[in-house]
Nanobody, 120 residues
Framework: QVQLVESGGGMVQPGGSLKLSCVASGFTFWGFEMSWVRQAPGKGPEWVSSISIFGDTYYSDSVKGRFTISRDNAKNTLYLQMNSLQPEDTALYYC??????????????WGQGTQVTVSS
């Protein structure tokens, strides 16, 4: 069965960096566009970034220029490098086996999430 396991979250000060990882199994990883979605307390899910099967990348306006999505198909792993983190980036981050258009609407395509907290 499909399994997505996120890791790499933690607490950092504003301006700091974190790199999230998502190890995938149970499906043909290279054949799917993958996404990162985040959800802050009391808010709905927000699409963050996606990467196509060809390596094309897409970012929300709120993270463009600060975050970088990548994938290693040989390792069935999705990454999100996050730089210049700000308090508004605080959220539970999920990787999703879904493209940008549907990532926030397909909860069953998400992993269990990893918490990112940005605070001084």
């Amino acid at each position: 069965q499909v399994q997505l396991v996120e890791s790499g979250g933690g607490m950092v000060q504003p301006g700091g960096s974190l790199k999230l990882s998502c190890v995938a199994s149970g499906f043909t990883f290279w054949g799917f566009e993958m996404s990162w979605v985040r959800q802050a307390p009391g808010k709905g899910p927000e699409w963050v970034s996606s990467i196509s099967i060809f390596g094309d990348t897409y970012y929300s306006d709120s993270v463009k220029g600060r975050f970088t999505i990548s994938r290693d198909n040989a390792k069935n792993t999705l990454y999100l490098q996050m730089n210049s983190l700000q308090p508004e980036d605080t959220a539970l981050y999920y990787c999703a086996r879904a493209p940008r258009a549907t990532a926030t609407m397909t909860r069953q395509s998400w992993g269990q999430g990893t918490q990112v907290t940005v605070s001084s």
